[in-house]
């Protein structure tokens, strides 16, 4: 069976700098995975690669078996939804009424929306606990409440892939805490969840697998337990592991091998 995504010697060049080379990893349908290291080194690249906002310099990107060329944007909108870190609303638009923007590359030509595109984005609130916000100004939301709009857009495109970028930026803890219960929920659901994080403590405790990229342009990828090795993760971050331990436990950072 093809991997829900994989890169193939992936490299990607901005300028004469690599962001990443030779990029090579697989992610298996249903797995929860984050994207690891400073900033930089190219997550938020990686993510768009994904959802075709950027093309890689070379190498390949295989969805499905299929090469990431021969997808059209409507296919991969329905394919991998991309939660961006920030979402500009310049109006005063209703929260039900951005949900229904996920909904736009399932309609047809000239098309407005049928009622089973209503019954997905009601969902899509419902999935996340927006129901009571429906009338509401995305302006007047939360920063907790705008996250999960967010991802109520990205859940109304039915996607099977679907990717955050700095999903828990400017949360406080007990919204943290919430909003990884609800990635879990939604994995278990069946959607493969793809992350970018900075705090190395909830990729312990909630991703099953990492990809951890370096500022030497590489990458390391494999269970969240062998990649978040304090050896290798003072090579990505560039410093030293007394430095870590203040973001991380020590537990976190144990290599469970024994040792």
Not at 73 to 96: G, I, K, N, T
Request: with cysteine.
């Amino acid at each position: 069976m093809p991997a829900v995504i994989e890169f193939r010697n992936v490299r990607f060049t901005h300028g004469e700098r690599a962001i990443f080379d030779d990029l090579n990893f697989r992610i298996e349908e249903r797995e929860m995975i984050a994207l690891v290291g400073p900033n930089g080194v190219g997550k938020t690249t990686l993510l768009k690669i994904v959802a075709g906002l950027l093309r890689p310099t070379s190498g390949t990107v295989l969805l499905q078996g299929r090469g990431l060329e021969s997808w059209s944007r409507r296919e991969l909108s329905c394919y991998a939804a991309l939660v961006p870190q920030h979402l500009d609303v310049p109006f005063a638009f209703q929260v039900e009424e951005i949900v229904a923007q996920g909904r736009v590359p399932h309609l047809r030509r000239f098309a407005g929306p049928s009622a089973r595109d209503f019954e997905v984005v009601e969902s899509a609130m419902q999935a996340v606990d927006i129901l009571g916000l429906r009338e509401r100004a995305y302006s007047d939301l939360s920063g907790g409440e705008r996250q999960r709009v967010k991802i109520a857009i990205g859940l109304a495109q039915q996607p099977k892939v679907m990717m955050l970028d700095e999903p828990t930026q400017h949360l406080d803890l007990g919204r943290q805490i919430e909003l990884m219960g609800l990635l879990r929920t939604l994995n278990d659901s069946g959607i493969t969840i793809i992350a970018a994080m900075h705090d190395l403590a909830l990729v312990r405790e909630n991703f099953s697998s990492v990809i951890l990229l370096t500022p030497e342009a590489v990458s390391i990828a494999g269970p969240a337990a062998e990649v978040l090795r304090p050896d290798l993760l003072e090579r990505a971050f560039l410093v030293d592991r007394s430095s870590l331990g203040r973001h991380v436990s020590a537990e976190s950072l144990s290599y469970e091998r024994g040792d």
